[in-house]
């Protein structure tokens, strides 16, 4: 590890110019090339209209021919997606990089403000894959806020079991690709394994294993299935020993220590400079969870610790992940514990549709059920923006009402789309296999990032 | 009522220009003559002319907004008069706050000044509402297309591109032999 100080001095003299800046200046020029070093003061070195030699003589400077600037992906097995960096090496060590994305943009947003707000789950819960649920939760918050209702109290207990075993199952991929990156491969078929248990109960509940369209504004599609309980005891029998095993193989396995400590350094500093959120921050020192400083469908009731991480390396992040599998499995527990009885979506029928016996019986109903699927609802007017914590950090939707039955403008905030620009401060002077650590410590999902 | 009597003609006084409740955000407001604080949604948003937008998240960012959330644009075609709203929310950690920037943005005139000599984190955001809307940031390291192809034309996001489709012709399809 080179110190803090020698590795600004190397960005200093990348950039071209005096000014210690961020590493933003340095890494972009173009959005398929990476910029050229031929900067004035470059060009008046090489024709020697200027006496540099303490530069030259540095012996951590290498010419511009002795860099070279290799294409990583987009098809690349470790990218974990259509991931694309472009990588600027001195011998083996990444001195600039700069992640091209795009190849998975499929204008979610435009096609969102063509469905109606009932719609609007369908098309984002297909954004960050791994964690359908949350997707589909802080839309319905969105929407929710503008209309202004509240749910009764089992709606957003269902919608938070749903969340929590949510993160459970995306921190599971997480640990399981992260090894596969690594080298570690029986931890990435013992975490797809487990994160299997638990989509076959949201397979059970929602009838998809991904992509749910489950929450909905105004609470939940369907109620819990019959033995919900016990799947859910099964769930927390079974997982709990399998994660003791796993820290057994990894926690103090000295190739994996070896592999990821004081790799991929970002500090708290940076973190907060690009935007990064979600458990890189927490494990660069920061207890930041939007679930403790803006609660949500009612979290603030039940306990959990936000586990922080000291030296925001990959092992950090690793560690910050496994402890909140832990809390959120002790979330689940006592979630299904204390599950209210009750409507799981609102009384508000011109929201949320009425049950199908209903609609045999009563003309209201019927007409009801027919202006929600033909028209949809509208929301009033108005504009919001509701975060919460989704595995990869702070999640957002900013929706924009002009009164109709469709959104104006729907955006949302998607953590790994912020969190790539770490990437690049993370990679920087630091070894060429370290790359795949790195990439996978940070659990970017492209689907995520391109929307 | 007769000719003699003079009626006074008040001005109607100007109400007192409304101002947030949290120190940190009234803060702000007092150091900006042209910022008006809404309550949006029962969210705090400063409306601001976009000359000011650099100055407002320098003096957000000093003010204990360490960080940059989110920065998008609502494309408001034919429903308001400058067209664009550049959105920008800022996410105060130390007060557990969050505020929003919105800055209305003419389409005869989209040159706004970067927020990223402030906020590293805007520039990805920047370079996706030039890609999408077409806003110009001045002052931004790199301002290229960033999910759409180099070479693609138009904004796709602004409410007059249309949607576009590609027929699908089943019938008398390219049989293969």
């Given amino acids: 590890m080179t110190d803090q100080k020698d590795k600004r001095k190397v960005d200093v003299w990348l950039t071209g110019t005096e000014d210690p800046g961020w590493l933003v200046d340095s890494t972009d020029e173009g959005a398929q090339k990476m910029a050229q070093h031929e900067t004035s003061t470059r060009l008046l070195d090489q024709e020697g209209l200027t006496i540099t030699d303490d530069r030259l003589l540095h012996e951590d400077v290498a010419a511009d021919d002795e860099l070279m600037i290799i294409n990583m992906g987009p098809q690349h097995p470790s990218t974990h997606g259509v991931l694309r960096l472009n990588i600027e090496l001195e011998g083996e060590i990444i001195r600039r990089s700069k992640p091209i994305i795009g190849y998975l943009h499929t204008g979610m947003e435009k096609t969102g403000e063509d469905l109606t707000w009932l719609q609007g789950p369908t098309n984002v819960t297909r954004m960050d894959y791994l964690a359908p649920f949350h997707n589909e939760l802080v839309y319905s918050l969105a929407v929710e806020k503008l209309l202004g209702i509240d749910l009764p109290p089992r709606a ?18 997480a640990l399981a690709t992260n090894g596969m990156d690594i080298g570690a491969l029986s931890m990435m078929l013992y975490g797809f394994r487990d994160r299997e248990r638990i989509l076959a109960f949201f397979e059970k509940a929602t009838g998809l294993r991904m992509n749910h369209n489950y929450i909905r504004p105004g609470g939940v599609a369907a109620d819990l299935p019959p033995g919900w309980q016990e799947d859910i005891e099964f769930i927390l029998e079974k997982i709990p020993p399998r994660m003791a095993e796993y820290e057994d193989l990894l926690k103090a396995n000295p190739i994996w220590l070896g592999r990821t400590r004081d790799v991929g350094v970002i ?15 927490r494990a660069a020192g920061s207890d930041w969870d939007l679930r403790k400083a803006f609660p949500y469908s009612g979290i603030e009731n039940f306990q959990f610790e936000v586990p922080v991480g000291e030296r925001g390396d990959v092992y950090d992040r690793y560690r910050v992940r496994v402890e909140e599998i832990w809390q959120s499995l002790s979330l689940v527990r006592q979630i299904a514990e204390s599950m209210p009885d009750g409507d799981y979506k609102t009384e508000d029928r011109k929201i949320a549709p009425p049950p199908r016996a209903r609609i045999d019986e009563s003309m209201e109903a019927l007409i009801h059920h027919f202006k929600i699927y033909t028209e949809g609802f509208q929301v009033p007017e108005g504009e919001a923006y509701v975060a919460i914590e989704s595995p990869r950090g702070e999640l957002g939707a900013y929706l924009v009402s002009d009164g109709g039955a469709k959104p104006l403008r729907m955006h949302m905030r998607t953590p790994s789309f912020a969190n790539l620009q770490g990437l690049p401060v993370m990679m920087a002077d630091s070894l060429i296999a370290d790359t795949v650590a790195t990439i996978a410590s940070l659990d970017p999902v492209l689907g995520d990032v391109d929307r | 009522m007769t000719d003699d009597q003079v009626v006074e003609v008040q001005a109607e006084p100007t109400p007192p220009r409304a101002l947030p409740e949290q120190a940190v955000l009234r803060a702000i ?23 000011r937008v650099r100055d407002v998240a320098q003096a957000a960012n000093e ?8 920065l998008t644009v609502t494309d ?22 969050r505020l929003r920037l919105r800055v209305p943005v003419p389409v005869d005139d989209v040159q706004v000044p970067s927020v990223v000599p402030v906020y590293p984190g805007a520039n990805f955001y920047e370079r996706e509402a030039f890609d999408l809307f077409g806003l110009i ?12 192809p180099d070479e693609w034309e138009g904004h ?12 699908v012709q089943f019938k008398d399809s390219h049989q293969v032999q």
């Fill in chain 1, 156 to 173: 957003e207990a269902i919608r938070l079991l749903m969340t929590e075993l949510n993160r459970v199952s995306s921190h599971l991929v």
């Fill in chain 1, 267 to 281: 500090t708290l500093e940076e973190c907060l400079a690009y935007s990064v959120t979600g458990p890189t921050l």
């Fill in chain 2, 29 to 51: 407001a007092d150091e900006f003559e042209d910022i008006e604080w809404v309550l949006s949604s029962g969210q705090d948003v400063f409306m601001l002319p976009k000359e």
């Fill in chain 2, 63 to 70: 003010a204990g907004f360490e960080m940059l959330a989110d």
């Fill in chain 2, 76 to 97: 408001y075609f034919r429903q308001r008069s400058p067209r664009f709203e550049l959105v920008i929310n800022l996410l105060s950690m130390q007060h557990r706050l």
């Fill in chain 2, 137 to 148: 940031f001045e002052g931004h390291p790199d301002l290229t297309r960033i999910l759409m």
């Fill in chain 2, 156 to 167: 796709p996001l602004r409410k007059d591109f249309g949607m576009g489709s590609v027929p």
